[in-house]
């Protein structure tokens, strides 16, 4: 007969809202882990190898943190935890951080977005890059925290800039004028700076001047004073707009660079400005870097091993 492991909890409340629709988190990490969970209402009991339930109760011991905040935790959350456990790794809320007014807490999912978040977050480094597949959260986190920065008033100016190149187009090729073409080009900025901030809240900054989203170009020429700047797709700027971008930093600012060096858009033969970039300044005081792999995606589980199938093949001529 296996031995079995215990989660006492206050409220059958508290572990409905654990176990999510259907059991459907429960199911989880029972697949995880290899084991069996009852919930009696009152608590967990975990049934199972040693190992596997060990891993199974700090998984449970992680959601029943998360949804003692009045949040049901989902199937990312169970994921994370997941993850976070099988790594051997600690997880609790002072990794992730609050955007102010909006109370929305941004957590890490894995060990390299902690690492991430964690020079995000610190005094040691002004330039911080987050390298890696699509999919890592990369973008996602830094606009989150640069957009908690602006709601806590700690920043004057949340700026993101991308290279106006990707995927062998031009913004030349988008109709209207230039506002309408930067637009769905910067969507996946605006879909975070959404969830963080709230589109209103979005809409006001912006017409304020307070968060500026735009091409390269629009750096060239200025000094960033008391701005938290982003530069996004990195992996399709020149070596020459790196340089340009990288040289604007003003007094009372910090700037994180985000791309995947093995996907760059330039023309065949051209260095990217972020693969420049990360050689010359490894090691120099004030810049920081954060690694991902395609282990750290953490999009729908498939997007994971469809960028594991082409990285094993190579980017096509």
Same mark, same amino acid.
């Not at 629709?21 to 069996?36: G, T």
């Not at 993850?83 to 609790?92: L, Q, R, V």
């Not at 957009?147 to 920043?155: E, F, N, Q, V």
């Given at each position: 007969?296996?031995?079995?492991?215990r989660?006492?909890?206050?409220?059958p409340?508290?572990? /409905? #809202?654990?176990?999510g629709?259907?059991?459907? #988190?429960?199911?989880?990490?029972?697949? $995880?882990?290899?084991?069996?969970i009852?919930?009696?209402g009152?608590?967990?009991?975990?049934?199972?190898?040693?190992?596997?339930?060990?891993?199974?109760i700090?998984?449970?011991? @992680?959601?029943?943190?998360e949804?003692?905040t009045?949040?049901?935790p989902?199937?990312a959350?169970?994921?994370?935890?997941i993850?976070?456990?099988?790594?051997?790794?600690?997880?609790?809320a002072?990794?992730?951080?609050?955007?102010p %007014?909006? =109370?929305?807490?941004?957590?890490?999912?894995?060990?390299?977005?902690?690492?991430?978040?964690?020079?995000?977050?610190?005094?040691?480094?002004?330039?911080?890059?987050?390298?890696?597949?699509?999919?890592?959260?990369?973008?996602?986190?830094?606009?989150?925290?640069g957009?908690?920065?602006?709601?806590? %008033?700690?920043?004057d100016?949340?700026?993101?800039?991308?290279?106006?190149?990707?995927?062998?187009?031009?913004?030349?090729?988008?109709?209207?004028?230039?506002?309408?073409?930067?637009?769905?080009?910067?969507l996946p900025?605006?879909d975070a700076?959404d969830v $963080?901030?709230?589109?209103?809240?979005?809409?006001?900054?912006?017409?304020?001047?307070?968060?500026?989203?735009?091409?390269?170009?629009?750096?060239?020429?200025? @000094?960033?004073?008391?701005a938290?700047?982003?530069?996004?797709?990195?992996? #399709?700027?020149? @070596?020459?707009?790196?340089?340009?971008?990288l040289?604007r930093?003003?007094?009372?600012? =910090?700037?994180?660079? @985000?791309?995947?060096?093995s996907?760059?858009?330039?023309?065949?033969?051209?260095?990217?400005?972020?693969?420049?970039?990360?050689?010359?300044? #490894?090691?120099?005081?004030?810049?920081?870097? $954060?690694?991902?792999t395609?282990?750290?995606?953490? %999009?729908?589980?498939?997007? /994971? %091993?469809?960028?594991?199938?082409?990285?094993s093949?190579?980017?096509?001529?």
């Open positions: 007969m296996s031995k079995t492991m989660i006492a909890l206050e409220t409340a508290l572990a /409905a #809202n654990v176990c629709v259907n059991s459907e #988190n429960l199911v989880l990490v029972e697949k $995880a882990f290899d084991v069996l009852d919930a009696p009152d608590g967990f009991v975990v049934h199972g190898p040693a190992e596997g339930q060990h891993g199974a700090e998984v449970l011991k @992680t959601l029943v943190i949804a003692k009045g949040k049901s989902d199937a959350s169970v994921r994370a935890a993850t976070f456990a099988k790594k051997g790794d600690e997880f609790s002072k990794d992730g951080f609050y955007v %007014r909006s =109370r929305r807490l941004i957590s890490p999912r894995n060990p390299a977005q902690k690492i991430y978040l964690n020079l995000l977050k610190g005094a040691d480094a002004d330039l911080v890059f987050g390298v890696g597949p699509a999919g890592t959260g990369k973008t996602f986190l830094a606009v989150c925290y957009a908690s920065l602006l709601a806590d %008033r700690k920043i100016k949340l700026i993101i800039a991308r290279p106006a190149v990707e995927a062998g187009e031009r913004l030349g090729f988008l109709p209207g004028a230039l506002e309408e073409k930067i637009d769905p080009y910067m900025v605006w700076l $963080a901030l709230g589109q209103e809240t979005v809409l006001k900054r912006r017409a304020e001047g307070r968060i500026e989203v735009a091409p390269l170009a629009f750096m060239r020429g200025r @000094t960033l004073s008391h938290f700047v982003i530069m996004d797709e990195a992996q #399709n700027a020149t @070596t020459g707009q790196m340089q340009m971008v040289t930093l003003g007094e009372g600012s =910090r700037m994180v660079v @985000t791309g995947d060096p996907q760059s858009d330039l023309p065949a033969g051209q260095v990217s400005g972020l693969s420049h970039a990360l050689e010359i300044l #490894n090691g120099v005081k004030g810049c920081a870097m $954060a690694q991902f395609q282990k750290d995606v953490v %999009r729908h589980p498939l997007v /994971a %091993r469809i960028v594991a199938a082409y990285a093949v190579g980017k096509p001529d």
